[in-house]
């Protein structure tokens, strides 16, 4: 199964600040990456797909980057409502895969 | 507006059987592939199971196979999985999600599986 990393696991930011999360495969996906953002009692939300494409009615603030083994998610203004916890996931083989998660704490 | 909502949840004894559904709305429900996900505390987010739009062919994760059963049923807007010879560590939130092939576009609130005696 292909292995997905995420870094930091928790993050502390500030109303404003700019915030970029890292996830890494364990082997090429080239760019078979979703990123979800997920609230406490809530589902996930599907934000970003194709690793840079935005969904439908995310607000323009996210971006998604990278390809193969590196990505990264980037905030570039954060706001209240952004806080919650932030899974990537594989879709380049079957087994999908999601990375751990990032808690995007208020500091 | 697109809805899933899932039901079947509930408590079962180790090596028990529950079959969980998933009602959808608001969308060609036979135009999608669809999948099980699930969530605990200790492991985070597991896909679990996919299925064709015709339900052609599915998809597993390794622990469930040959255990669990993902189906549809299209003229009932319906996604299905039984579980079978169920374990402690499958204790988990299931969601139901629209997707699998791709990104999983949509998911349902979830509901709850714990295996316990």
């Known amino acids: 199964d292909i292995q997905m990393t995420q870094s930091p696991s928790t993050l502390s930011a500030s109303v404003g600040d700019r915030v970029t999360i890292t996830c890494r495969a364990s082997?090429?996906?080239?760019?078979?990456l979703a990123w979800y953002q997920q609230k406490p009692g809530k589902a996930p939300k599907l934000l970003i797909y194709?690793?840079?494409s935005l969904e439908s009615g995310v607000p323009s603030r996210f971006r998604g980057s990278g390809s193969g083994t590196e990505f990264t998610l980037t905030i570039s203004s954060l706001q209240p409502d952004d806080f919650a916890t932030y899974y990537c996931q594989q879709y380049n083989s079957f087994s999908r895969t999601f990375g751990q998660g990032t808690k995007v704490e208020i500091k | 507006e697109v809805q899933l909502v899932e039901s079947g949840g509930g408590l079962v004894q180790p090596g028990g059987s529950l079959r969980l559904s998933c009602a959808a709305s608001g969308f060609t429900f036979s135009s999608y592939w669809m999948s099980w996900v699930r969530q605990t505390p200790g492991t985070g987010l597991e896909w679990v199971a996919t299925i064709r739009q015709d339900g052609s062919a599915n998809y597993y994760l390794d622990s469930v196979k040959g255990r669990f059963t993902i189906s549809r049923d299209n003229a009932k807007n319906s996604l299905y999985l039984q579980m079978n010879s169920l374990r402690a560590e499958d204790t988990a939130i299931y969601f139901c999600?629209?997707?699998?092939?791709?990104?999983?576009?949509?998911w349902g609130q979830g509901t709850l599986v714990t295996v316990s005696s």
């Open positions: 194709k690793a840079s």
């Open positions: 999600a629209s997707g699998g092939n791709t990104a999983f576009d949509f």
């Open positions: 082997q090429s996906i080239s760019s078979w």
